[in-house]
């Protein structure tokens, strides 16, 4: 299962990811209006899990700068970009594109963007991109048609774990962990975390 956690600014908590098995993302913020803004210093080695950068509304060369710098090995695109930029990315990188979901929300909307990346996020619809700690109703997932597989976030906590091992949709294939599992924006609750993945 792809088991993402995200909003990584703590070199401790990163250095506990990498040994835990069952996770196979570490996700790092680079939108500089977030509290969880990546400002950590990562050592290129060792590196067991993919890095995903997170980006809202970046141009592509501001992405590939970060990414060079940074080690990344996926990009998560989270505003208003475009299919084109994508697909581009994805000549080199796992890309990852997410939408906003709330009860009005049209899946159809995202028939543009498949086959120009690995994976769809279905995130709860805020006022601003991401990280709000809320659950969108996860029943709205049986409206997603596409082929495109698809990462479940949003208000994920701790007592998630028996409700997730419940979605039987064809396309879910993981996971997006963050703001339920902090202690303060950008620093993770390890503890927490090692209960989950235990219970998952």
């Not at 209006?33 to 080695?45: M, N």
């Not at 086959?115 to 109703?137: A, I």
Request: aromatic share 12%.
């Amino acid at each position: 299962m792809f088991i993402k956690v995200c909003g990584i600014n703590n070199l401790e908590n990163f250095h506990f990811l990498e040994n835990q098995e069952k996770i196979s993302h570490i996700g790092f913020i680079f939108y500089d209006k977030s509290p969880r803004f990546s400002q950590i210093s990562l050592p290129l080695l060792p590196k067991t899990k993919k890095r995903v950068g997170v980006f809202v509304n970046s141009t592509f060369a501001e992405i590939i700068e970060i990414s060079k710098k940074f080690s990344l090995d996926s990009i998560q695109l989270h505003g208003n970009e475009s299919p084109e930029l994508c697909e581009k990315l994805a000549e080199n990188f796992e890309v990852i594109k997410v939408f906003q979901i709330d009860e009005n929300f049209d899946f159809k909307s995202t028939e543009g963007f498949e086959n120009k990346g690995n994976y769809f996020l279905f995130d709860t619809k805020t006022e601003n991109y991401g990280g709000s700690g809320k659950q969108f109703p996860w029943q709205l997932l049986e409206k997603y048609c596409g082929k495109t597989p698809f990462i479940l976030s949003g208000g994920i906590n701790p007592s998630s774990a028996e409700e997730i091992k419940k979605i039987s949709h064809s396309k879910f294939a993981g996971i997006d962990l963050n703001s339920v599992f902090e202690i303060l924006p950008g620093e993770k609750n390890q503890a927490l975390i090692s209960t989950f993945l235990n219970e998952l």
